[in-house]
């Protein structure tokens, strides 16, 4: 069986919820006392995943030190994202390119907090390119929406779809294979040769690969526990949510 490898995007500044990040990287912010990273290293530990790239930028240092004093035994290996204050996700992801290309991978936004069987459910997934999508979700304009065929396919994944057209959102943590990887990495490469597309989110290439006929389908999660950690209010609920919980 190929490997599968986890690539974890933490490169950010977290401006939208200062001043908590004011002194540390948003993946640093504390859940129930927990860090968001050590959250979901340890849940991408317990899916049977041991190679791991960690995209930084921000305050790099911390991460580094945290990943390396609380979890010696991972293969963690990390990409510096130098340019995080003018770039965006579609940047750092197609930065880690060296480090897992060729590799079937999952996917992490930094910033996600989530219970163990969202990820088991998308590994799970017969699907080679999976988004884990939930339904019940009050979607605006910074919600990642998706809009499907009559199966799980995806037609669209993007910021700019009208919420009344998606069906749901995309929750930041997706599973791709080796050879739609390669194709995804093209992509972002062909994007990044202009600045105007240094503030793409990853997505646009994702949908790049749609418009060419490259699979992409959804994996429900409706009703596990997760949540994005982009304001004060995502926090307070973060908080509710995995204050009290193991998760």
């Not at 933490?10 to 859940?31: E, M, N, Q, W």
Request: with cysteine.
């Amino acid at each position: 069986m190929t490997c599968i490898k986890a690539v974890i995007l933490s490169a950010g500044v977290g401006s939208r919820i200062r001043p908590l990040t004011d002194d540390r990287p948003k993946t640093l912010l504390t859940i129930g006392g927990i860090p968001i990273l050590e959250r979901m290293l340890t849940n991408i530990r317990a899916s049977g995943i041991d190679e791991i790239v960690i995209v930084v930028g921000y305050l790099h240092e911390q991460i580094q030190t945290f990943v390396r004093n609380k979890f010696p035994e991972l293969d963690i290996r990390f990409v510096i994202n130098n340019r995080y204050r003018e770039t965006n996700t579609g940047y750092s992801l197609m930065i880690a390119e060296e480090l897992i290309s060729g590799f079937p991978f999952v996917k992490f936004d930094g910033d996600v907090v989530f219970e163990l069987e969202v990820l088991q459910r998308l590994l799970d997934s017969d699907k080679a390119n999976c988004l884990s999508i939930d339904r019940n979700i009050a979607l605006d304009s910074e919600e990642v929406k998706v809009i499907l065929t009559g199966d799980s396919r995806i037609l669209r994944v993007s910021k700019t779809i009208a919420p009344a057209s998606a069906i749901g959102e995309s929750i930041g943590i997706e599973k791709i294979d080796a050879e739609t990887g390669n194709l995804l990495f093209a992509e972002l490469r062909t994007m990044m040769r202009s600045d105007n597309n240094l503030r793409q989110y990853y997505e646009g290439a994702y949908e790049r690969l749609i418009a060419n006929d490259i699979d992409f389908h959804a994996v429900d999660i409706t009703a596990l526990n997760w949540t994005e950690i982009d304001t004060r209010q995502d926090y307070d609920t973060a908080e509710r949510i995995f204050g009290n919980s193991d998760k």
